[in-house]
């Protein structure tokens, strides 16, 4: 697997995936040893390239499939496929997922990046306090994050929304 993640982390989707004719991709992996846990976690690395590469029902389905304890993939994992309902126009079900991963380990990471998106998804769908609660809580909990860094224009802007 090991050539596999190296073109996965050089963008080079294609390869990751279906191999480069010496070594196996993520796919071959799958089939050869999908119940093990390197077969675990090429299903985990499949869905992430498929999502990349436009591939949205392929990326859902295959992390679908990937299972895993940890703190920081699980979350990632839920959240990705909350990307690619999203890119598929399924905006219900992107925000079911955002608030999955945010709620599944709270952390620097993860949390703020799901609260963000899902923020985002309630503004734009008119659900502009509950928005303003999850820019608010971003602040709180987790002002040293990226997002935390930048919520003030996001909290001043659905304020802005809510007062016209």
Do not use: C, W
């Not at 659900?127 to 860094?149: V, W």
Request: glycine fraction near 8%.
């Amino acid at each position: 697997m090991f050539r596999a993640q190296n073109y996965f982390e050089k963008d080079s989707f294609n390869l990751a995936l279906n191999g480069d004719g010496t070594n196996p991709g993520f796919l071959d992996i799958i089939d050869d040893f999908g119940s093990s846990k390197a077969g675990n976690l090429a299903y985990y690395y499949a869905g992430i390239s498929y999502l990349h590469m436009g591939k949205f029902k392929e990326a859902i389905d295959h992390l679908k499939k990937f299972d895993t304890s940890d703190l920081l993939l699980a979350p990632i994992s839920v959240g990705a496929q909350g990307d690619a309902q999203l890119e598929l126009g399924n905006a219900e079900k992107a925000l079911d997922l955002y608030t999955e991963a945010y709620k599944m380990n709270e952390n620097e990471l993860t949390t703020p990046i799901y609260m963000l998106k899902a923020g985002e998804l309630l503004e734009n769908s008119n659900k502009g306090d509950q928005a303003l609660k999850l820019y608010e809580t971003i602040k709180q909990k987790f002002p040293e994050s990226t997002e935390g860094r930048s919520i003030d224009k996001y909290i001043a802007r659905v304020k802005a929304k809510m007062n016209s």
